[in-house]
């Protein structure tokens, strides 16, 4: 289960994404918001951030006008690791390297198609399972923790 949310401004994306999620049989839990109505990205972010923190969806997609706003709100939970991407190399790299559990993305950044790309990406890369990595991961825990 993926969780998905947005802002207004990342609205018209995650509609997309919905149908490229449907096209593929992935199934989603949408978090909202549901329309262009103005709204405050941290709100959204937070129900699925901590939806994938807490392991009812096993990883996340969240759109804003940036990606920033959203994905900063989303970090600010315990154990998400949300990552901006506006290419298919950093989508690649952040699941690789950081085992990012939230892509983030702008919609007024990247068009649907590279959305759609990045999104395919993200879902389809596994974290590697080498010791520096793995290492690298559990010091942003530790930061978490206070131990770092
Ligand atoms: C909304 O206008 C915009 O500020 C928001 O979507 C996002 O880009 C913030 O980071």
Known sequence: MIALACDHAGYPLKEALKTYLDSI??????????????????????????????GTCECGILCCGTGIGISIAANKVKGIRAAVCSDAYSAEMTRLHNNANILCMGARVISEEKAIELTQIFLDTPALNEERHQRRVKMLEDIENGKL
């Open 25 to 54: 049989g992935r199934t989603y839990t949408d978090f909202g918001t549901y329309s262009e109505e103005s709204v405050d990205y941290p709100i959204y972010a937070a129900k699925a951030a901590h939806a994938v923190a807490d």
